[in-house]
């Protein structure tokens, strides 16, 4: 298969989805695996596969944008897949988690994507302690101990809840922000998609050419043509 034809059928699996469950579309469509298969995989895990996805359609590097909360400029800097690969497949932590109730340590899983979604329809500020709820399987006896769970699961998955320290180049304040792998990995897809269609569209109406001829010409020749047609 063509490059643009893994991009459009990547993002036809992604259109028309709830975002929660599109990592698990395109990762189906790639790895022919049964989305309810992937839905189990630790987020961590699911992440580490989307970088790769990601870095074998784009390359290593990834460019990335973030607004700076003081002063609004957008700062724009590049992370390198492959470091972030190496931060490691977490399909089990380290150690037993436990985190500590009043009664005692409870046991805590990593979560995944399945208890994203079976959270999703929660009001937003019940929604941690559902997924920690579902991580030891218990209702959480208290707020200490959904708090101490929660940064427990974050810590033991790093790639799950990854954040980057930046200085903003327009106005010198430090801030963080979040990286979440799907969203970056859809963004860039959708954009890569627009262009083909828009390449598609320009030169059919120029030519009369079916989309599938438009398709099988070499990225070259594409080029060629548009250029010919002054797009
Ligand atoms: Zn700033």
Redesign the pocket.
Request: a neutral charge; hydrophobic letters at 20%.
């Given at each position: 298969m063509s490059r643009a034809e893994t991009l459009l059928r990547l993002w036809e699996a992604g259109c028309g989805c709830a975002p929660v469950e599109r990592p698990l579309r395109l990762l189906a469509q790639t790895h022919g695996e049964e989305p309810a298969d992937l839905a189990g995989l630790s987020l961590g895990a699911r992440d580490r596969r989307l970088i790769g996805l990601r870095e074998t359609l784009f390359g290593r590097e990834m460019a990335c944008v973030a607004p700076?909360?003081?002063?609004?400029?957008v700062?724009e800097f590049a992370l390198d897949a492959r470091a972030l690969d190496a931060m490691g497949d977490r399909d089990q932590p380290d150690a037993p988690l436990a985190a500590p109730g009043p009664d005692g340590p409870v046991p805590l899983r990593l979560l995944t994507t399945a208890d994203l979604i079976a959270v999703a329809g929660l009001p937003p500020d019940q929604m941690r302690a559902g997924l920690v709820a579902r991580a030891m399987d218990a209702e959480p006896a208290d707020e200490a101990t959904i708090e101490a769970a929660a940064r427990l699961l974050e810590a033991a998955d790093p790639l799950a809840a990854l954040s980057l320290d930046l200085a903003?180049?327009?106005?010198?304040?430090d801030?963080e922000v979040g990286l979440d792998p799907a969203e970056h990995l859809w963004t860039e897809l959708v954009a890569a998609v627009r262009r083909l269609l828009a390449e598609v569209h320009r030169l059919a109406a120029a030519y009369g050419w079916s989309e599938t001829a438009i398709l099988a010409l070499s990225p070259a020749r594409r080029a060629a043509y548009l250029d010919m047609v002054g797009a």
């Open positions: 700076c909360p003081a002063c609004g400029s700062n903003c180049a327009g106005c010198g304040q801030f």
